[in-house]
């Protein structure tokens, strides 16, 4: 912690400094504490500081008292979002236990809407995220003006970001020639998905999934993988099937690296009625049936994290509109998450927005331990 708030102390504060009377450093105090302790909007953050100034007061000068909620949120507006993502980022390094690890790290890249943001007069922001679930980590963001957006903000993400020898999992809306090509010149590998909007491609690769011969002969090569979870009265099977044999794949030579397609079909049975999913991908991967599938599974961890922002930290709901103060509250709010994440109250397993609420009600006790991991 105390190298953290050295960090903070070191970033450039653009306020007339003769008119400051709440340091910085108090402020991206009190928001992250906040956040971690259940408070979701401004006024919320605001009331969290007023009950805990005691305690506030262990880390952060406080000279003129609790700031209001406009003043945060002010505050908060003027900080670049670089400046926190390079906090967050540092927390990850001091917590970095497996540097020394060999495993292939799958980085998974989505955007987000966040609809709070919109107004008569401002489009919703939409953040593009690269989420690392192996750490639990976002490894950085890029707010763009739409959704169609995300085709130019992925190439510059990924020239930020080190994904030398990772795999990189992205949505339809990534699967772009360019962008295929920008991660193989990182040294990296990817597996794209594949929808309607590349329609040759994804009509050829359905087509050749379609044939029950090539499925069994896919089976016989032991590029075959099936898993089977049953809860609450539903049973989903997904068969994961992966093959390098695309000599006949139109194109293939405008998609850099490119060495395998792959399939997942989801079956899912509840109350007697069946439904049936099928999903396709393009891979600079050589046929490994457990990297391809679980490349597959871990891209839907990084919808799971904008659920989480959604749900546990009701970012949808926040009316917010200032396009900084709206990048800085993301960036914290998956800071958040990835301390929930590893943070464990008592040994009772508990979602992360029962441990926010946990720490809400002994916050002294569960900051301390969270500042000590």
Known sequence: MEELLMYIELI??????????????????????AKLSNADDWEEIEDFAVYNENYLKKYIELKN??????????????????????????????????????????????????????????????????WCDNDGFCLWQKSVEEKTNEITAIPRLINTIMIKGAVITIDAIGTQIAIAE????????????VKENQSNLYNNIKDFFEDEEFLNAIKEDGNYKKTVDKAHSQSETREYYQTNNIKWLDGKEKWKGIKSIGMISKTIIKDNKKTVEKRYYISSLKTNIELFSKAVRQHWSVEIMHWHLDV??????????????????????????????????????????????????????????????
């Open 65 to 130: 008292g609790i700031p209001s909620h406009d003043t945060i949120q002010r505050v908060m507006s003027n900080i670049d979002p670089r400046h926190i993502q390079k906090l967050y980022d540092k927390w990850n390094e001091l917590l970095s236990k497996d540097e020394g690890e060999k495993l292939k790290k799958i980085i998974c890249i989505d955007g987000k809407t966040i609809r709070g943001s919109k107004s008569k007069n401002h489009k919703a922001q939409h953040i593009v995220s690269a």
């Open 312 to 373: 546990t930290f009701k970012e949808d709901a926040n009316k917010t509109q200032d396009k900084t103060a709206v990048q800085n509250l993301n960036i914290i709010n998956k800071w958040c998450l990835s301390i929930l994440k590893i943070f464990q109250i008592g040994n009772k397993k508990r979602s992360m927005k029962k441990k926010r609420f946990c720490i809400s009600m002994n916050t002294e006790k569960f900051l301390e331990q969270i500042i000590n991991l």
């Open 182 to 193: 920008k991660i193989k010149e990182k040294r990296a590998d990817y597996v794209l998905a």
């Open 12 to 33: 450039e504060d653009k306020r007339q400094q003769t008119k400051v009377k709440h340091k910085l450093l108090d402020i991206v105090v009190i928001v992250l504490f």
